[in-house]
């Protein structure tokens, strides 16, 4: 799994968690800004404890970021 710090339209943060093949067209493709690959930083937790750690799949920062600014 890959996590990414990424921004929104807005400039403002979030971590993305994902296992696409090509990660950053992945998050790209959805609106989001693949900033950094961050995934040493997160490598030990399983996908329940990112979850609480706030980094998401780009489907459930959709369904629960309100507000959230698409690039697209």
């Known amino acids: ?3 990414f710090l990424c921004a929104d339209a ?4 979030c971590w993305i968690r994902t296992t696409a093949a090509d990660p950053v067209n992945y998050i790209e ?3 989001l800004e693949a900033v ?3 995934s ?3 490598e030990d937790m399983t ?3 990112l979850f609480a750690a706030d980094v998401f799949t780009v489907s ?3 369904a629960n970021a309100p ?3 698409l690039f697209r």
């Open 67 to 69: 507000g959230l600014r």
């Open 47 to 49: 996908a329940d404890e």
């Open 60 to 62: 459930e920062l959709i």
């Open 1 to 3: 799994m890959k996590v």
């Open 40 to 42: 040493k930083d997160f």
């Open 36 to 38: 950094e690959d961050q």
């Open 10 to 13: 807005l400039g403002r943060f």
């Open 29 to 31: 493709d959805r609106g």
